[in-house]
């Protein structure tokens, strides 16, 4: 099964700017419909961040449009998220996820990393 390895994070003031990496190893990676990141804050449900398909088609949540910017490596089977203008509000662990095109294989997670938007 595929392994996903995330880095990047870390603390930064609000209106910064941090990019976090996420390199799937292992695996098959065609059986991988799509890529992309979740964050979760303390007391809060985890909530989808962006994800970007093997076609380089993208979705991005709400509260990161026109901020952050999701893109892929297909040679390294990688995934970046450039997070520009961060806010407070954008503070959490931030999940990389790998989801199968089949329904009967569950969604690959990473270990997570934290992002701190404080001053």
């Known amino acids: 099964q595929m392994q996903l390895v995330e880095s990047g994070g870390g603390l930064v003031q609000p209106g910064g700017s941090l990019r976090l990496s996420c390199t799937g190893s292992?695996?098959?990676?065609?059986?991988?419909?799509?890529m992309g990141w979740y964050r979760q804050a303390p007391g809060k449900q985890r909530e989808l961040v962006a994800t970007?398909?093997?076609?380089?088609?993208?979705n991005y949540g709400d509260s990161v449009k026109g901020r952050f910017t999701i893109s892929r490596d297909g040679a390294t089977n990688t995934v970046y998220l450039q997070m520009n203008d961060l806010k407070p509000d954008d503070t959490g662990i931030y999940y990389c996820?790998?989801?199968?095109?089949?329904?009967?294989?569950?969604?690959?997670w990473g270990q997570g990393t934290q992002v701190t938007v404080s001053s």
């Open positions: 996820n790998a989801h199968p095109w089949s329904d009967y294989d569950p969604d690959i």
């Open positions: 292992g695996g098959v990676v065609s059986s991988i419909k799509s």
């Open positions: 970007i398909t093997r076609a380089r088609n993208t």
